[in-house]
């Protein structure tokens, strides 16, 4: 009875208490800044020499259409596809996203107690001289114990919420990483397919106006041979060719470079697809429409922009983890279990034990170190508003550089293809003069050595007209979010 009158009144103590600190735990705030989203000025359009990019090109409703589709290149698209799947660059920013969603979801437990089960069996004996007059048998002692215990950090001031709420905002930027590594890798895919298809145009070219100069060889050696032409015509029309046939091995060495790269990106070994892109294809053709949209746009629209926001916000977050500590921290912990030096009597109520307790733990003696790491908390935050705010800018620029190139490659196109027509009309001309005696070889040589200049500028153009365009997908980020190959959702994991 004198038990029970002991326990009792600590009982009814424990459990108020208990209740109030719950309470206060529910209804308490998070100390530390809540993240807002910076506000950037922008501009409400890009520049003139960016919306001049767009001019002639009607706005398309969708500008996060898978843009490489669009291309009419399904080569291209099986390219992407497996890049998306197997690429290693994505595998390990995967493997990063799912690192961070797990460190989400054990952070997150930090919300419910931690409880935990133990169990211990022994028998220990005392010597004779610990235990003198007693029996051996008598100094062998038995015992047994098991139990459950809890404990609870009571987040008074938002420590733990603050600390999920960072570990939430990493997490965010995970996802964000991926889908900008996945912006970067379709990217390069496409921008290295559209390269190798120049290659093989520009080769095509060489190869072409190499046979050309082989024939104007050919009635140089047929005049000489009739005693119409001199050793000199001969050594200038064989040194062109020569000259000619000089630039082959380089785009073939860059041509199987590029395939070598293409297979890196799809996951395979660099040989992999020689046999599957040497057959020669056409450059894709250009989209025939797409648009820029706003700045703003933009900024809701890339996920580079979002991964440095959701950093920032987690930086803001661990400033309220750090400033916790200039408060008590509240625990409370419990125990129930048995005790006994008999197992057959190890759960009997005579062999109940419990034990109810709340900690109190509070760093104001350590004050210094605590206000040391607000501080540093406080700058890595102000970091990460400069990373933001450059990350912003640089998306700005980025696009306004992708327009501008867009637009004055395609302005260099309509030139080169007119110098290219006209050339080829010259170099006909001239080898007709030449074969009717008007002309001399100079003349023909000149022409075919312009023909050739024209022509592989103008394949090299239109490979960069291409790529502009790409360049402009990419900086806009169109049709990489909604585009989830290797997950169906992250947002819904």
Request: hydrophobic content about 45%; proline content about 5%.
């Amino acid at each position: 009875m004198s038990d029970l009158r002991i326990r009792n009144p600590l009982r009814r103590a424990a459990v108020p208490l208990a209740a109030s600190a719950l309470t206060l735990a529910l209804a308490a705030c998070a100390v530390g800044p809540d993240h807002v989203r910076p506000e950037l000025p922008h501009p409400p359009q890009f520049g003139q020499r960016a919306a001049a990019a767009a001019g002639d090109i009607k706005p398309t409703p969708d500008a996060n259409a898978a843009f490489w589709e669009s291309l009419g290149d399904p080569q291209l698209n099986g390219l992407v596809d497996e890049a998306l799947v197997a690429n290693h660059d994505l595998r390990i920013a995967l493997a990063r996203y799912d690192r961070a969603n797990a460190l989400l979801r054990g952070a997150k437990f930090d919300h419910f107690p931690t409880v935990t089960a133990n169990a211990q069996g022994g028998e220990s004996r005392s010597s004779a001289d610990q235990m003198p007059g007693v029996a051996r048998g008598d100094r062998d002692i038995e015992s047994y114990q098991a139990g459950i215990s809890a404990s609870w950090e009571l987040d008074l001031f938002g420590r733990v919420r603050r600390e999920v709420e960072s570990q939430r905002a990493d997490t965010a930027a995970s996802a964000a990483d991926l889908e900008a590594l996945q912006v970067a890798i379709v990217g390069e895919v496409v921008s290295g397919y559209v390269e190798l298809r120049g290659l093989q145009a520009r080769l095509q070219v060489a190869r072409e106006n190499a046979d050309n100069q082989r024939e104007t060889l050919r009635l140089v050696d047929a005049r000489l041979d009739a005693g119409r032409g001199t050793e000199f015509d001969t050594a200038r029309a064989r040194a062109q060719l020569e000259s000619t046939l000089a630039r082959v091995p380089a785009l073939e060495a860059a041509e199987a470079v590029t395939m070598h790269r293409l297979a890196v990106l799809t996951g395979r070994t660099p040989d992999a697809l020689l046999g599957e892109l040497s057959s020669v294809r056409p450059l894709p053709a250009l989209p025939a429409r797409f648009d820029p949209g706003t700045p703003g746009e933009l900024l809701r629209r890339r996920p580079d922009i979002r991964a440095a926001e959701e950093r920032l916000h987690a930086a803001t977050a661990r400033i309220g983890v750090a400033t916790a500590d200039l408060f008590p921290r509240f625990t409370l912990g419990g125990l129930i279990g048995s005790q006994a030096i008999d197992s057959d009597a190890l759960f009997e109520r005579a062999s109940e034990t419990r034990l109810i307790a709340l900690g109190v733990d509070w760093s104001f003696l350590d004050i210094g170190r605590v206000r040391a790491r607000i501080a540093a908390a406080d700058a890595d935050a102000e970091g990460e508003l400069a990373r933001y705010q450059q990350t912003v800018l640089r998306a700005l620029e980025d696009t306004e550089n992708a327009l501008v190139r867009y637009a004055r490659a395609r302005d260099e196109d309509a030139h080169l293809t007119r110098a290219a027509a006209d050339s080829a009309r010259a170099a006909e001309l001239a080898r007709i003069r030449f074969e009717a005696g008007a002309a001399d070889l100079f003349e023909v040589l000149d022409a075919e050595r312009n023909r050739l200049q024209a022509q592989d500028a103008l394949a090299d153009v239109r490979t960069r007209s291409v790529n502009g365009a790409v360049g402009v997908y990419r900086s806009l980020a169109g049709g990489w979010p909604s585009r989830q190959p290797l997950r169906e959702s992250l947002a819904g994991r």
